[in-house]
């Protein structure tokens, strides 16, 4: 399998439940993003993890918690979501250099009831 | 502070016309890149086209074509010929030297190519 895929591409769950959001890139990149994209709002940058350590975390609230057991894998996990979370998730890798694009996911849709 | 600006939030261009998508930027930062992403109904961003900070002409990529205005901080896309299946939503975006793996995304304009 090529590029940056993510699983699931659509998920349903209440506000008490708790999943998991995965991504996986083969593209050997270093860097690692999470993204949420409401409707008709810009994307918002979540989280950034270079060679596994965190760089950045926007003010997201602890209900999402991300995870980068590795270079290749980036998890978010979530609990205790409320309504208004529910948007597109999307995952991207790059290498470090400025001029390297991302390489995006095609994103878990996610509806929080 | 990176930031990026399209005052556009939607477009309509007739098929088989040229097309274009305004993109302004604001950096301290003199090594930078400059990238356009093309976001469908499904929802994946694809990668159109990058223009480097320091590249002396304008990037192209079949019907993608940057126009690169370095003092006027601008990197508008020319999408020539226009489909149908252009129509999407068209994200800019930059990245710095000195913010590192930080991308910085536009709002988006949204265009509908009318047959």
């Known amino acids: 399998e090529t590029g940056v895929t993510q699983t699931p591409r659509h998920l349903v769950m209440g506000m008490t439940n708790k999943k998991s959001l995965k991504c996986e890139q083969h593209?050997?990149?270093?860097?690692m993003y999470w993204y949420k994209q409401s409707a008709k709002k810009p994307l918002e940058l979540m989280f950034v993890y270079n060679f596994k350590e965190q760089t950045e975390n926007n003010s997201v609230p602890s209900r999402f918690s991300p995870e980068c057991p590795n270079s290749s894998h980036l998890f978010l996990h979530l609990h205790t979501l409320q309504p208004e979370d529910s948007a597109l998730y999307l995952c991207a890798s790059s290498q470090e250099r400025h001029y390297n694009e991302q390489f995006f996911g095609p994103g878990t849709r996610l509806t929080v009831l | 502070a990176q930031k990026i600006t399209q005052t556009q939030p939607g477009m309509f261009v007739q098929e088989k016309e040229a097309v274009t998508l305004d993109c302004t930027y604001d950096t301290s930062d003199p090594s930078y890149g400059l990238f356009w992403y093309k976001q469908p109904s499904s929802g994946e961003m694809i990668f159109l086209i990058y223009?480097?900070?320091?590249?002396?002409q304008n990037a192209t990529e079949g019907r993608y074509s940057l126009n690169f205005q370095k003092a006027r901080k601008s990197a508008n896309l020319v999408i020539s010929a226009s489909q149908l299946g252009d129509s999407a939503m068209y994200f800019c975006a930059m990245r710095a030297v000195n913010t590192g793996n930080q991308f910085y995304f536009g709002t988006g304009t949204s265009l509908t190519v009318i047959p």
């Open positions: 223009q480097g900070s320091y590249d002396q």
């Open positions: 593209l050997g990149h270093n860097a």
